[in-house]
């Protein structure tokens, strides 16, 4: 699938089949993560490849109601970021780091027809504690989001024309 069809048939998945995921398709989505840009190429990010299903129920616990399809999903993926690994000028970039490694990890998923939806953790405190705790992290990792990931339940490809020209200026507002 080319990027600009992702882009546009990509839509977030609650309800999810019980078929699970190879491990090539999970290294093939976690090397996307992986494979973004990131500043100074600090790659201030971790993550945590969930497959256990009392754990990811746990985790749709811990992250709140919303977080519900992470426990019909075949997998979850803690997108962390390193707070050792970031710059002491620009000590938040690791969100954006984080983000851009989970953008590219839900288009590779929708690549290799597989369903996500990506559901935040941070800046939420109680989220990010009951995560913190639950998964054992170090002080200076800080859970981001996680991903849900599966097959879909009622795949859906149709194209999406989502732009909104009354939101884009030219040279100046």
């Not at 992702?6 to 989505?29: N, Q, Y």
């Not at 993926?77 to 954006?96: K, Q, S, T």
Request: charged share 25%; proline share 5%; aromatic share 8%.
């Amino acid at each position: 699938m080319d990027t600009l069809k992702a882009l546009a048939t990509r839509k977030s998945v609650r309800e999810f089949t019980d078929e699970g995921l190879t491990f090539e398709d999970i290294k093939t989505i976690l090397t996307a993560g992986m494979s973004g840009p990131t500043c100074e190429n600090k790659r201030m990010w971790s993550f945590i490849v969930v497959r256990n299903k009392e754990t990811l129920g746990k985790m749709a616990v811990a992250n709140g109601l919303d977080a519900s399809p992470v426990r019909r999903a075949a997998i979850g993926i803690l997108v962390c970021g390193d707070l050792d690994r970031a710059l002491p000028e620009a000590p938040d970039y690791w969100v954006i780091d984080a983000s851009i490694a989970a953008q590219n990890m839900v288009l590779a998923a929708h690549d290799l027809g597989i369903g996500s939806v990506w559901l935040g953790c941070w800046p939420m405190e109680d989220r990010v504690q009951e995560i913190k705790e639950l998964f054992r992290l170090p002080e200076n990792i800080v859970p981001h989001s996680i991903l849900a990931l599966g097959y879909a339940a009622e795949p859906d490809l149709t194209e999406r024309n989502l732009y909104e020209g009354d939101r884009v200026h030219f040279d100046e507002w």
